[in-house]
């Protein structure tokens, strides 16, 4: 069993930065591919950035160049560094464990979640 718990969003000013973090019990995060999602109010569950087993990373276009995704092996812990936040980023966010499939964007091809963690970006 895999649980993940999620910390560190709140709010902040447009131009600003936050520091997610998701602390991932059960087993051993480096063997895991995860990723960051985010749902804002009346929208669909979107697709943040992923960081496979192997250590690449990838990132949706909206926040590409803003935000860097990485792992803590040692601490067992994914993070998600933002800055240049944006009012659009308000959303809550998500951290998953890939549990299979042939792509890393869908929603649908990750099999644990943590609760969530709110970003409200004013502006």
């Known amino acids: 069993q895999v649980q993940l718990v999620e910390s560190g969003g709140g709010l902040v000013q447009a131009g600003g930065s936050l520091r997610l973090s998701c602390a991932c019990s059960g087993r051993t995060i480096s063997s895991y591919s995860m990723a960051w999602f985010r749902q804002a109010p009346g929208k669909e569950r979107e697709f943040v950035a992923a960081?496979?087993?192997?250590?690449?990373?990838y990132y949706a276009d909206s926040v590409q160049g803003r935000f860097t995704i990485s792992k803590d092996n040692a601490k067992n812990t994914m993070s998600l560094q933002m800055n240049s936040l944006k009012p659009e980023d308000t959303a809550v966010y998500y951290c998953?464990?890939?549990?299979?499939?042939?792509?890393?964007?869908?929603?649908?091809?990750?099999?644990?979640w943590g609760q969530g963690t709110q970003v409200t970006v004013s502006s």
């Open positions: 998953a464990k890939f549990g299979g499939g042939a792509s890393y964007y869908s929603a649908n091809n990750y099999d644990y």
């Open positions: 960081i496979p087993w192997s250590g690449s990373t």
